[in-house]
Every structure is written in C-alpha cells, then in structure tokens.
T-cell receptor
Framework: DGGITQSPKYLFRKEGQNVTLSCEQNLNHDAMYWYRQDPGQGLRLIYYSQIVNDFQKGDIAEGYSVSREKKESFPLTVTSAQKNPTAFYLC????????????????FGEGSRLTVL | EDQVTQSPEALRLQEGESSSLNCSYTVSGLRGLFWYRQDPGKGPEFLFTLYSAGEEKEKERLKATLTKKESFLHITAPKPEDSATYLCAVQGGSQGNLIFGKGTKLSVKP
C-alpha cells in the first residue's frame, strides 16, 4: 500500500532533550511537509522540501530542524530550543511543490503525538 | 494578511438532518480551496479541490461549492460515520503554501 508512515505514534520527552520524528513515503512524491496541530488552531507549517537536499522554513520553524537526504524520507528534529513542543505533528507529501499547480492535495501520515514531561 | 475562518466551530446533527459548513477566506490570488476530513487522532484526508467561483464538487453525501469570498460544504442526509472534523485550506499568494482554518467538528447522532 502506498502512503506515508510516521513513527513513533506517541513520544514522551523530558525538557532539554532533542527528539526526532520519522516520516517515510513510498508515493514517489517530490514535496514533503511537516505541520504542527494544536487544539483549537489550524495546521501550521514548520518546514517543507520540494527536492532532495533542499528545504524551506515554514511559518513556525524556530526550534525545529529537518533533513532531506533521500526522496522518501523527511525526518523532523524537535530541539530543546522549541519552547512549547507538546503537540500533534503531521507529515505530508504532494506530487509537486507548493509553488506548482494542483499541490493543495496533500497526503498525510497518521501523525506523531509528542508530550514533554 | 491571508486568512481562513471556518464556522461553526462545532455542529451537532441528527442522522438525516442536512446542513452546511462555512469557510470564509481572504487571500491574494487564490490558486485553490481545499477540503479535508480528519478523524480523531488521525491525519487529514483530502476530499475536494475548488479553483474558481461557481465550481462545485460532489462525493457521496458531501457537496462543496465556492464563491469569491467563501466555500460551503453541504452535507445531505448525514450518517454517524460522517462525524469528523472538516478542515478548509486555501492556497494563494507568492509562496503557494496552504493556509488552514481551525476546522468544524461535526457530530452526527443516530
């Protein structure tokens, strides 16, 4: 089955620790995204990547880092610099990047819920 | 500033009771408006894309429409399995990233 796999589904972190969320896709999509979802708020873009070895900051990139060494993989690291990391994190992909047509159709993973203890 | 506002925040319906969800937007150069469905604890699932005023899309009991200022998601004779949060997003501006609304949580009781 083609799709996006996020892991882990649940993650607990102590303050001051970095954690990495995994995102893998087998849809052969060029673009990948990380969103953060908080209760009562819309999805907010953290980072996106349109091509291997290139990525762009979204609206709330501070305290996060990403890499795109392979087309299939786009891991997100939540660093200790992120002031309020407890949230639901969603990885998504699209056929082309956000500057191209027909790219609002995103395919999302099941999400990773991060809780800071 | 580009903005998306969804209303109501929550909607409770009886099975078979038709209604509509609203998505109002302000964006420079709309490229597309998108509807997603999100079940609790899951990632959103794409439903529809609308590109221009007057356009309509249908899928089972759902019908999405678009004007120059807003979109409606009409739900006809809903069933309990239609219960979910429905998200609206617009794509526009120079970067083309999606701007999401906060969603409408729909509950359909049998």
């Amino acid at each position: 089955d083609g799709g996006i796999t996020q892991s882990p589904k649940y993650l607990f972190r102590k303050e001051g620790q970095n954690v990495t969320l995994s995102c893998e896709q087998n849809l052969n999509h060029d673009a990948m995204y990380w969103y953060r979802q908080d209760p009562g708020q819309g999805l907010r873009l953290i980072y996106y990547s349109q091509i291997v070895n290139d990525f762009q900051k979204g609206d709330i990139a501070e305290g996060y880092s990403v890499s795109r060494e392979k087309k299939e993989s786009f891991p997100l690291t939540v660093t200790s610099a992120q002031k309020n990391p407890t949230a639901f994190y969603l990885c998504a992909s699209s056929i082309e990047g956000p500057g191209d047509a027909n790219t609002g159709e995103l395919f999302f993973g099941e999400g990773s819920r991060l809780t800071v203890l | 500033e580009d903005q998306v506002t969804q209303s109501p925040e929550a909607l409770r319906l009886q099975e078979g009771e038709s209604s509509s969800l609203n998505c109002s937007y302000t964006v420079s150069g709309l490229r597309g408006l998108f509807w997603y469905r999100q079940d609790p604890g899951k990632g959103p699932e794409f439903l529809f894309t609308l590109y221009s005023a007057g356009e309509e899309k249908e899928k089972e009991r759902l019908k999405a429409t678009l004007t120059k200022k807003e979109s409606f998601l009409h739900i006809t004779a809903p069933k309990p399995e239609d219960s979910a949060t429905y998200l609206c997003a617009v794509q526009g501006g120079s970067q083309g990233n999606l701007i999401f609304g906060k969603g409408t949580k729909l509950s359909v009781k049998p």
